[in-house]
């Protein structure tokens, strides 16, 4: 067991869907691992009860860290809606930066999933940051300059903003590699409980095909619930579906928030209907199930995930336009069909730690930023 290294680390943690979220549970968990005894302290409007399940216990504070894009739904992102959050968010007020810089003084290391307020708040403190991402808000923020113009400054900013990390992880699979980072495998939650376990506690026998569907962590509307009730030759999960269990023919309905563990479940599938977004694909990859998956048309990192998919897992492409018309339904033979594949690399979190622990291990601390 390693009993060296940082004793307190700071997260600053994305709200922009669950996902952000997910692949910093997984680096706690790796973390926690080799240091049982860190202290875990969390920045982000990404619910409490979000670490505490998949960690246990953290010094959770709600605070907005960064902007991200606002949706309109699961699929679709509102760019003017998203400029007028980031006229509100940033630049970041000094007097904030200066409070939050003295509330993270006593941390060894901050650790940012895509967060630029960690990353400013930390070179004011004089502590050492880490920015861990398969993209940043900048190269997002790139790819709408055109049509919106007024995004520019924002760019800019961010830019200067992301290069005060101490270090720079990027996850597979990278939208943007970057000189000098250091790049590491996908980045999932751990496994807890087994296929089987699972299922027994689903109520579902261990011969029918399941198949989960899963937006990730932006509500969505589910028109085509009537349609599936039916169905013979599958049992569909979908979480977030109904506010409490339970089971209308052969659609199984959980809470957004349950007793079930989301990795847990996708390994317990026999198929997976989803957004294509970091986690579930890493989580997914992980468990080796195949997956139905809506790109998201105008977002720059789908055609990476894509690519992704198309090159290490299973999978059929949907149109986004099947998640409302229920198109997607009438593939479901097919993607069965397509069977579970061997599970992939899982040591991306156990990566992420190994660079921690070491950027703390020996390192002095950096020059405040004058105020």
Not at 121 to 143: C, K, Q
Not at 272 to 290: F, M, R
Request: charged content about 25%; glycine content about 6%.
């Amino acid at each position: 067991m390693t009993t060296s290294g940082p004793e307190r680390i700071a997260f600053f943690v994305s709200s922009h869907g669950f996902g952000h979220a997910s692949r910093s549970c997984a680096v706690m968990q790796a973390l926690r691992e080799k240091q049982p005894a860190l202290g875990l302290r969390v920045y982000t409007e990404t619910p409490e009860w979000f670490f505490r399940d998949a960690v246990g216990d953290v010094d959770y504070r709600q605070l907005r860290t960064d902007v991200g894009l606002v949706q309109r739904s699961p699929l679709k992102e509102d760019i003017p809606a998203t400029l007028k959050k980031l006229a509100q968010f940033m630049p970041f007020s000094p007097a904030a930066v200066d409070a939050l810089a003295e509330e993270i003084a006593d941390q060894d290391l901050v650790v940012c999933d895509v967060s630029p307020l960690g990353l400013h708040a930390a070179a004011a403190a004089g502590v050492r940051s880490v920015l861990v991402e398969n993209f940043t808000w900048d190269w997002i923020y790139t790819a709408y300059r055109q049509a919106h113009p007024e995004l520019a400054p924002f760019i800019e900013y961010l830019q200067h903003i992301y290069r005060k990390a101490s270090l720079r992880i990027q996850a597979h699979p990278v939208c943007h590699p970057v000189s000098g980072a250091v790049t590491v495998g996908p980045i999932a939650r751990r496994l807890r409980e087994s296929r089987t376990a699972v299922r027994d506690h689903l109520g579902v026998d261990a011969d029918r095909p399941l198949v989960l569907v899963s937006m990730g962590g932006v509500p969505a509307r589910y028109p085509f619930l009537g349609r599936l009730q039916d169905r013979s030759d599958c049992v569909l999960l979908i979480p977030g579906a109904a506010r409490e269990r339970r089971r209308e023919g052969a659609v199984l309905m959980l809470p957004a928030r349950s007793d079930f563990y989301h990795p847990d479940l996708v390994n317990a599938c026999d198929a997976l209907v989803c957004k294509a977004g970091y986690s579930t694909l890493a989580e997914a990859h992980q468990s080796g199930v195949p997956i139905a998956w809506f790109p998201r048309e105008h977002f720059p990192e789908s055609p990476v995930l894509d690519a992704f998919i198309e090159r290490e897992m299973s999978g059929i492409r949907l149109l986004p336009s099947d998640w409302d018309g229920g198109a997607w339904i009438d593939r479901l033979p097919e993607l069965l069909a397509l069977g579970r594949r061997a599970p992939g690399p899982t040591s991306g979190a156990d990566e992420v730690a190994g660079f921690l622990m070491e950027a703390t291990a020996h390192a002095q601390r950096p020059a405040m930023e004058p105020r």
